[in-house]
T-cell receptor, first 114, second 112 residues
Framework: KAGVTQTPRYLIKTRGQQVTLSCSPI?????VSWYQQTPGQGLQFLFE???????NKGNFPGRFSGRQFSNSRSEMNVSTLELGDSALYLC?????????????FGQGTRLTVV | GQQLNQSPQSMFIQEGEDVSMNCTSS?????WLWYKQEPGEGPVLLIA?????ELTSNGRLTAQFGITRKDSFLNISASIPSDVGIYFC????????????FGDGTTLTVKP
Protein backbone atom coordinates (compact mmCIF):
# COMPACT_ATOMS: atom_id res chain seq x y z
CA LYS A 1 0.00 0.00 0.00
CA ALA A 2 1.52 3.31 -1.04
CA GLY A 3 2.09 5.89 1.68
CA VAL A 4 1.28 9.56 1.69
CA THR A 5 2.86 11.24 -1.32
CA GLN A 6 3.78 14.89 -1.35
CA THR A 7 4.98 16.81 -4.37
CA PRO A 8 7.26 18.48 -5.02
CA ARG A 9 9.88 17.44 -2.46
CA TYR A 10 11.82 20.68 -2.77
CA LEU A 11 10.83 24.12 -3.93
CA ILE A 12 12.53 27.51 -4.10
CA LYS A 13 10.37 30.59 -4.53
CA THR A 14 10.88 34.33 -4.42
CA ARG A 15 9.24 36.66 -1.92
CA GLY A 16 5.86 37.79 -3.14
CA GLN A 17 5.23 34.74 -5.30
CA GLN A 18 2.60 32.14 -4.60
CA VAL A 19 3.04 28.39 -4.31
CA THR A 20 0.86 25.29 -4.47
CA LEU A 21 1.80 22.05 -2.75
CA SER A 22 0.15 18.72 -3.38
CA CYS A 23 -0.66 15.75 -1.17
CA SER A 24 -2.01 12.35 -2.18
CA PRO A 25 -3.26 10.46 0.87
CA ILE A 26 -3.06 6.75 1.50
CA UNK A 27 -5.64 4.97 -0.62
CA UNK A 28 -8.97 4.96 1.20
CA UNK A 29 -8.02 7.73 3.61
CA UNK A 30 -10.44 10.61 3.58
CA UNK A 31 -8.95 13.04 6.07
CA VAL A 32 -5.93 15.15 5.13
CA SER A 33 -4.17 17.53 7.49
CA TRP A 34 -1.39 19.98 6.81
CA TYR A 35 1.39 21.06 9.18
CA GLN A 36 4.21 23.56 8.97
CA GLN A 37 7.51 22.56 10.55
CA THR A 38 10.21 25.13 11.31
CA PRO A 39 13.19 24.97 13.69
CA GLY A 40 11.83 27.82 15.77
CA GLN A 41 8.13 26.91 15.98
CA GLY A 42 8.17 23.13 15.62
CA LEU A 43 5.18 21.41 14.07
CA GLN A 44 2.22 23.74 13.73
CA PHE A 45 -1.22 22.65 12.54
CA LEU A 46 -2.43 24.48 9.46
CA PHE A 47 -5.77 22.90 8.54
CA GLU A 48 -7.64 19.66 8.04
CA UNK A 49 -9.90 18.59 5.21
CA UNK A 50 -12.43 15.83 5.19
CA UNK A 51 -14.87 15.07 2.39
CA UNK A 52 -13.75 18.18 0.51
CA UNK A 53 -14.58 20.47 3.45
CA UNK A 54 -12.21 22.28 5.78
CA UNK A 55 -12.98 20.92 9.26
CA ASN A 56 -10.29 22.55 11.38
CA LYS A 57 -8.01 25.51 10.97
CA GLY A 58 -4.88 26.56 12.84
CA ASN A 59 -3.65 30.05 13.61
CA PHE A 60 -2.21 31.02 10.27
CA PRO A 61 -2.95 34.11 8.16
CA GLY A 62 -5.36 33.99 5.27
CA ARG A 63 -2.45 33.72 2.83
CA PHE A 64 -2.48 30.02 3.68
CA SER A 65 -5.34 28.14 2.10
CA GLY A 66 -6.14 24.67 0.96
CA ARG A 67 -8.65 22.45 -0.70
CA GLN A 68 -9.51 18.81 -1.09
CA PHE A 69 -10.74 17.07 -4.18
CA SER A 70 -13.32 14.31 -4.53
CA ASN A 71 -10.54 11.70 -4.69
CA SER A 72 -9.26 13.00 -1.29
CA ARG A 73 -6.13 14.50 -2.80
CA SER A 74 -5.38 17.86 -1.25
CA GLU A 75 -3.51 20.99 -2.18
CA MET A 76 -2.37 23.87 -0.06
CA ASN A 77 -1.60 27.30 -1.41
CA VAL A 78 0.45 30.10 0.06
CA SER A 79 0.11 33.50 -1.57
CA THR A 80 2.41 36.52 -1.29
CA LEU A 81 5.25 34.45 0.10
CA GLU A 82 7.35 35.84 2.92
CA LEU A 83 10.83 34.77 4.01
CA GLY A 84 9.33 33.35 7.19
CA ASP A 85 7.25 30.91 5.18
CA SER A 86 10.39 28.86 4.53
CA ALA A 87 9.64 25.55 6.18
CA LEU A 88 8.96 21.87 5.75
CA TYR A 89 5.28 21.44 4.92
CA LEU A 90 3.93 18.09 6.00
CA CYS A 91 0.74 16.40 4.99
CA UNK A 92 -0.87 13.63 7.04
CA UNK A 93 -3.75 11.40 6.07
CA UNK A 94 -6.08 9.32 8.19
CA UNK A 95 -8.90 6.94 7.44
CA UNK A 96 -11.58 8.75 9.36
CA UNK A 97 -12.02 11.82 11.49
CA UNK A 98 -13.11 10.18 14.66
CA UNK A 99 -12.31 7.12 16.69
CA UNK A 100 -8.89 5.62 17.17
CA UNK A 101 -7.64 6.34 13.69
CA UNK A 102 -4.16 7.65 13.36
CA UNK A 103 -2.55 10.08 10.97
CA UNK A 104 0.33 9.04 8.74
CA PHE A 105 2.73 11.63 7.42
CA GLY A 106 4.28 12.11 4.02
CA GLN A 107 7.93 13.07 3.51
CA GLY A 108 7.07 16.72 3.23
CA THR A 109 7.80 19.55 0.83
CA ARG A 110 10.80 21.68 1.72
CA LEU A 111 9.92 25.26 0.72
CA THR A 112 12.63 27.89 0.63
CA VAL A 113 11.64 31.51 0.09
CA VAL A 114 14.43 33.81 -1.06
CA GLY B 1 -4.11 27.54 23.35
CA GLN B 2 -2.85 24.10 24.21
CA GLN B 3 0.85 23.75 24.88
CA LEU B 4 3.08 20.73 25.22
CA ASN B 5 6.34 20.80 27.13
CA GLN B 6 8.65 18.04 25.99
CA SER B 7 11.87 17.20 27.79
CA PRO B 8 14.70 16.79 27.55
CA GLN B 9 15.43 18.87 24.48
CA SER B 10 18.35 16.63 23.55
CA MET B 11 20.10 13.52 24.79
CA PHE B 12 23.52 12.07 24.12
CA ILE B 13 23.77 8.47 25.22
CA GLN B 14 25.93 5.43 24.78
CA GLU B 15 24.69 2.47 22.78
CA GLY B 16 22.97 0.00 25.07
CA GLU B 17 21.68 2.61 27.51
CA ASP B 18 18.02 3.16 28.26
CA VAL B 19 16.33 6.44 27.35
CA SER B 20 13.40 8.24 28.89
CA MET B 21 11.61 11.35 27.65
CA ASN B 22 8.31 12.92 28.62
CA CYS B 23 5.69 15.44 27.73
CA THR B 24 3.40 17.50 29.91
CA SER B 25 0.42 19.52 28.86
CA SER B 26 -1.39 22.50 30.24
CA UNK B 27 -4.68 20.83 29.37
CA UNK B 28 -6.19 17.39 29.10
CA UNK B 29 -5.69 15.22 26.05
CA UNK B 30 -7.75 12.21 25.05
CA UNK B 31 -5.00 10.70 22.93
CA TRP B 32 -1.22 10.76 23.19
CA LEU B 33 1.02 9.94 20.26
CA TRP B 34 4.75 9.44 19.92
CA TYR B 35 6.51 9.97 16.59
CA LYS B 36 10.09 9.66 15.37
CA GLN B 37 11.47 11.83 12.61
CA GLU B 38 14.70 11.26 10.73
CA PRO B 39 16.43 13.82 8.49
CA GLY B 40 14.58 14.46 5.27
CA GLU B 41 11.59 12.39 6.30
CA GLY B 42 8.18 13.00 7.77
CA PRO B 43 7.34 11.85 11.32
CA VAL B 44 6.65 8.15 11.71
CA LEU B 45 4.11 7.02 14.29
CA LEU B 46 5.68 4.82 16.99
CA ILE B 47 3.01 4.40 19.63
CA ALA B 48 -0.56 5.64 20.13
CA UNK B 49 -2.21 5.78 23.56
CA UNK B 50 -5.96 6.15 24.03
CA UNK B 51 -6.74 5.61 27.72
CA UNK B 52 -5.48 7.24 30.89
CA UNK B 53 -3.03 4.89 32.58
CA GLU B 54 -2.51 2.84 29.43
CA LEU B 55 0.95 1.35 29.00
CA THR B 56 1.84 0.23 25.48
CA SER B 57 4.97 -1.33 24.03
CA ASN B 58 6.34 -1.51 20.52
CA GLY B 59 9.52 -3.60 20.56
CA ARG B 60 12.06 -1.79 22.70
CA LEU B 61 9.77 1.21 23.05
CA THR B 62 7.28 1.65 25.87
CA ALA B 63 4.97 4.60 26.37
CA GLN B 64 2.42 5.48 29.01
CA PHE B 65 -0.61 7.74 29.08
CA GLY B 66 -0.56 9.61 32.38
CA ILE B 67 -3.43 9.18 34.84
CA THR B 68 -4.13 12.93 34.85
CA ARG B 69 -4.31 12.84 31.02
CA LYS B 70 -1.89 15.76 31.02
CA ASP B 71 1.33 13.84 30.53
CA SER B 72 2.98 10.93 28.78
CA PHE B 73 6.40 9.36 28.71
CA LEU B 74 8.38 7.28 26.22
CA ASN B 75 11.11 4.84 27.19
CA ILE B 76 13.58 3.22 24.81
CA SER B 77 15.48 0.27 26.20
CA ALA B 78 18.93 -0.91 25.10
CA SER B 79 19.40 1.88 22.55
CA ILE B 80 21.07 1.19 19.22
CA PRO B 81 22.59 3.59 16.67
CA SER B 82 19.49 3.52 14.45
CA ASP B 83 17.46 5.02 17.30
CA VAL B 84 19.02 8.36 16.39
CA GLY B 85 16.45 10.95 15.41
CA ILE B 86 14.01 13.46 16.80
CA TYR B 87 11.18 12.10 18.94
CA PHE B 88 7.97 14.07 19.15
CA CYS B 89 5.03 13.71 21.46
CA UNK B 90 1.65 14.86 20.25
CA UNK B 91 -1.69 15.17 21.93
CA UNK B 92 -5.23 15.28 20.69
CA UNK B 93 -7.97 16.93 22.71
CA UNK B 94 -10.77 15.07 20.98
CA UNK B 95 -11.18 12.09 18.73
CA UNK B 96 -10.36 14.11 15.64
CA UNK B 97 -7.46 12.31 14.03
CA UNK B 98 -6.56 15.29 11.93
CA UNK B 99 -5.48 17.87 14.50
CA UNK B 100 -2.68 17.20 16.94
CA UNK B 101 -0.62 19.51 19.12
CA PHE B 102 3.08 18.63 18.98
CA GLY B 103 5.89 18.99 21.48
CA ASP B 104 9.16 20.59 20.39
CA GLY B 105 10.91 17.24 20.13
CA THR B 106 13.76 15.41 21.82
CA THR B 107 16.87 14.96 19.69
CA LEU B 108 18.50 11.64 20.46
CA THR B 109 22.13 10.91 19.65
CA VAL B 110 23.47 7.40 20.27
CA LYS B 111 27.21 6.89 20.42
CA PRO B 112 28.39 3.43 19.33
Amino acid sequence: KAGVTQTPRYLIKTRGQQVTLSCSPISGHRSVSWYQQTPGQGLQFLFEYFSETQRNKGNFPGRFSGRQFSNSRSEMNVSTLELGDSALYLCASSLLRGGNTEAFFGQGTRLTVV
Amino acid sequence: GQQLNQSPQSMFIQEGEDVSMNCTSSSIFNTWLWYKQEPGEGPVLLIALYKAGELTSNGRLTAQFGITRKDSFLNISASIPSDVGIYFCAGRANTNAGKSTFGDGTTLTVKP
